[in-house]
């Protein structure tokens, strides 16, 4: 293929394109989970819940794939979505932080198959934290999440996680932090006048997803005890659901007609994040955010050994990534000579923790790393790629830019493996047998300054030995191989003059 097409190609990729999607929702908010809402709406009405202060968040996210290790949520991805999530709940005063992510190869749980998938969550599951499953699937079609009471995890399908405005991880999470639908027990059979009237008198309703719920009205002075539980949240009857034909709308269209049952017309808010709705500026309620930080406090306060328990305690690094990293080398379609020792190197940005290097086309990995260079030995010649390099920590990074490079890699294997004042150098025992420490024999033409490291097989250096000064002639280096685990490790010697890479193969 003609390389000189590429060049005129957009070397930028845009992240999270991906528009609204309509959300359906699966948490089942029973008596118990109703229970827990009311305690909190009762604490946050006696005490102070808030804070000057962010309260945060620790989340594990588990990245599930099918049995072979297939079709999994990147990681990029998640930190983007996990910026956006906490731009939602800025108002509500908490923030989140990846904890950890958790990696699970096991398609019952990728396909949500019942009950594999619920032991599978519940073997998986990490206590004090927010547990986040990313799955191909729910048990519906219609289903975009839900949080789940008895395990205390929330579910997320994968093809709902990636929404620009993260609805659907903000509902579920609420739903999490004990708050129910605003329009409680209309879930199924939403509000139409010719089922309910325009007056609607019905004292009860119910649904799949909740159990029998007193209709709330227009400014209940019972309203801790019907609908949501929430006063500031008015009467919602499903009128965003539009009928309940399929489409959600983000307006009630029987605003000014219809009336509780004394006879008042209902003041709607369409957008809320807990509702069902088309709208794209949803947001929390001053009671809603009440309530959500009661059950926080009620999280932390609680034993460690509770399912409900979240740790406290730890702030993580929040100064906004607010710019992507200028890649080096390679640059812009630049003509690599080598392809089995490429050091791509990219200028740090502020506020970042570490990397992720993403190498595409005619390869598919992502590598994270806490520098800003990064050694890689296993590409193919003659090949097409492309990288990028995603700047990202514990909050995420909600840059809609990433600089993204293409390459092309030539057939030799010399030109950068080479430092002009080094004749040989040579490793052994390789591989290891068993051996605590490696030799490494030096044989110089001339003086020089050699930086020597250690390189794992995915390009993370596992140990940097520093710089020595090797005088001309034949010389030994031992290096303590004690900690590694068996596989295959390269040692890189950089010099003013170039850079030197041999293999070796530790097996213990
Ligand atoms: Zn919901």
Redesign the pocket.
């Known amino acids: 293929m003609n390389k000189k097409i590429y060049l005129t190609l957009l070397l930028v990729s845009i992240l999270g394109s991906i528009g609204f999607a309509q959300h359906w929702?699966g948490?089942h908010q029973t008596e118990e989970f109703m229970e827990r809402l009311e305690a909190n709406v009762k604490y946050a009405n006696t005490h102070e819940v808030r804070s000057p202060d962010f309260k945060y968040i620790p989340i594990v996210f588990h990245l599930v794939a099918d049995d072979d290790g297939v079709g999994r949520m990147n990681e990029e991805s998640v930190f983007l979505q996990l910026c956006r999530l906490n731009e939602l709940y800025i108002p509500v005063g908490l923030q989140f932080y990846v904890e950890s992510f958790n990696y699970v190869n096991n398609s019952d749980m990728f396909n949500h198959v019942v009950p594999n998938v619920q032991g599978g969550m519940s073997s998986n599951r990490v206590d004090g934290v927010l547990n986040f499953y990313i799955l191909a699937a729910t048990h519906d079609d219609n289903v975009a999440g839900y949080y789940t009471g008895g395990l205390d995890v929330l579910v997320v399908r994968k093809s709902n996680f990636l929404e620009e405005n993260s609805e659907t991880s903000g509902?579920e999470i609420g739903?999490l932090l004990s708050l129910s639908?605003p329009h409680y027990g209309w879930e199924d059979e939403p509000y139409t006048p010719a089922q309910y009237g325009e007056t609607v008198t019905i004292t009860t309703i119910s649904s799949s997803q909740s159990p029998t719920v007193p209709v709330e009205i227009m400014d209940d002075p019972n309203c801790t005890n019907t609908g949501d539980r929430i006063c500031d949240t008015p009467p919602d009857y499903g009128f965003t659901q539009n009928g309940g034909n399929g489409i959600f709308t983000c307006n009630n269209p029987w605003e000014g007609i219809v009336k509780d049952r004394n006879g008042v017309l209902i003041e709607s808010i369409p957008n809320l994040i807990?509702g069902y709705n088309a709208c794209t500026d949803n947001y929390f309620t001053e009671g809603q955010i009440d309530a959500m930080n009661a059950d926080y406090i009620s999280r932390i306060n609680s034993g460690s050994n509770q399912q409900q328990h979240f740790k406290s305690g730890y702030t993580p690094n929040l100064n906004e990534i607010t710019e992507a990293p200028n890649l080096i080398y390679p640059s812009v379609a630049e003509n690599v000579d080598t392809y089995n020792s490429i050091l791509f190197d990219w200028d740090p940005v502020p506020n970042a923790d570490s990397y992720i290097v993403v190498i595409s086309g005619d390869a598919d990995y992502r590598i994270q790393v806490n520098t800003d260079e990064l050694f890689v030995s296993n590409l193919e010649p003659s090949s097409t790629y492309g990288w990028k390099v995603i700047p990202v920590n514990e909050v995420g990074y909600c840059l809609d830019l990433i600089n993204s490079n293409l390459f092309f890699t030539g057939n030799s294997t010399s030109s950068t493996n080479e430092i002009e004042e080094v004749n040989n150098i040579q490793v052994y025992p390789n591989p290891t047998l068993g051996a605590t420490d490696i030799k490494l024999a030096l044989d110089i033409d001339k003086e020089v300054e050699l930086k020597l490291s250690i390189v794992s097989v995915d390009g993370k250096s596992i140990e940097t030995l520093g710089n020595k000064n090797i005088q001309a002639g034949n010389s030994v280096q031992t290096i303590s191989i004690e900690n590694f685990t068996s596989g295959v490790y390269f040692i890189k010697a950089e010099s003013q003059t170039g850079t030197l890479v041999k293999r070796f193969v530790v097996n213990k």
Do not use: D
Request: net charge neutral; proline share 0%; hydrophobic share 15%.
């Open positions: 929702c948490t509902h739903h639908h807990m």
